[in-house]
């Protein structure tokens, strides 16, 4: 089966969120798999459960309340965010195996650049010597996925340090520059989108952005 690969510059995380609840609610068995590959410019996204408190001092980076998983958490430029919408039921698997796709996808990928990354039963993720460098965060409907992972590939400690990112207090983060690795984004996200695909069994074909994209202002 194959799954349509869009690259999206830049877009802010409000329409990019609802153009990924919208295609999810509108696909059916035919509809083919898609990754959305992006940045965001700064944002904190806080998930279904996540606690306002872990939110320490925003300031003027706005913080958005989604429906994915897990606590809050932080995108910006320098970090490549990658979201599934994939059919679950199609591929024969649920939300923990997709889960494990994902963390296992971006530990194979540092691991094959020399990182001794790991993934931890207690607290989503990938990290490198107990600091983390990729999040994840998920949401099943109607059989489909949609959000995904963010892997850090530019080293900006500030925004973390104005939240406890995925609510764990004082957890280091770490990016692809901070340990020594080449962070060019298009080298990066052709290497792990083909590592995901292959995860679960996909093909990926090159696509255009969505029209969604094209019709924003600017």
């Not at 509809?31 to 410019?41: I, K, N, R």
């Not at 001092?57 to 970090?79: F, W």
């Not at 649920?94 to 296992?104: F, H, M, P, Y």
Request: glycine share 10%.
């Amino acid at each position: 089966m194959d799954v349509l690969v869009r690259r999206l510059p830049s877009v802010d995380y409000p329409p990019c969120w609802e153009a990924m609840r919208a295609f999810t609610g509108q696909r059916d068995a035919s509809t083919v798999d898609e990754f959305w590959v992006l940045e965001h410019p700064p944002v904190y996204t806080l998930g279904q459960a996540g606690k306002p408190e872990h939110v320490l001092a925003p300031g003027d980076i706005p913080v958005v309340r989604s429906d994915r998983g897990g606590q809050v958490t932080y995108h910006g430029p320098g970090q490549t965010v990658v979201y599934l919408m994939v059919d679950v039921q199609r591929l024969g698997i649920g939300a923990r195996a997709v889960v494990t796709a994902l963390e296992d996808s971006v530990v194979d990928y540092l691991r094959q650049r020399g990182l001794d990354a790991v993934s931890r039963p207690d607290a989503p993720g990938v990290y490198v010597n107990g600091a983390k460098i990729a999040s994840l965060g998920l949401r099943i409907r109607r059989s489909g996925s949609y959000h995904g992972l963010a892997l850090n590939r530019l080293d900006d400690p500030a925004p973390w340090r104005r939240i406890n990112p995925c609510g764990y207090a004082g957890q280091p983060m770490t990016s692809l520059a901070a340990e020594g690795l080449d962070p060019d984004r298009a080298t990066v996200e052709q290497d792990l989108v083909t590592i995901l695909a292959g995860r679960l069994g996909l093909t990926p074909r090159t696509a255009p952005p969505p029209d969604w994209y094209n019709s924003l202002p600017g």
